[in-house]
């Protein structure tokens, strides 16, 4: 059974960081792109930051290109959205998803205010 555990996340003032963490168990995760995602309340999930299996190719969101990174550590079967420069519009429950696969993680809240 796939399951991606998600930890980090929290309130955050405009101009901070923040880093998501999403662990996967019960797939080959070195074969598996990954990806985060983000939504808004009455709105559709958004797809932030997407990474190969292998952490050679990243593709971002305009809105975040710049600000946010993600990464991946396969030994660990961990990917990672470091958030930078967060602003009020980055606002949203933040999950992860593995490529193919329908199961998200469970879901981080990011809030951005001051």
């Known amino acids: 059974q796939v399951q991606l555990v998600q930890s980090g996340g929290g309130l955050v003032q405009p101009g901070g960081s923040l880093r998501l963490s999403c662990t996967a168990s019960?797939?080959?995760?070195?074969?598996?792109?990954m990806a985060w995602y983000r939504q808004t309340p009455g709105n559709e999930r958004e797809r932030v930051a997407g990474?190969?299996?292998?952490?050679?190719?990243?593709n971002y969101a305009p809105s975040v290109r710049g600000r946010f990174t993600i990464s991946r550590d396969n030994a660990k079967m961990t990917v990672y959205l470091q958030m930078d420069n967060l602003q009020p519009e980055d606002t949203a429950v933040y999950y992860c998803?593995?490529?193919?696969?329908?199961?998200w993680g469970q879901g981080t809240q990011v809030t951005v205010s001051s």
């Open positions: 019960g797939l080959r995760f070195n074969t598996t792109d």
């Open positions: 990474i190969d299996n292998l952490g050679d190719l990243r």
């Open positions: 998803r593995a490529a193919g696969i329908p199961v």
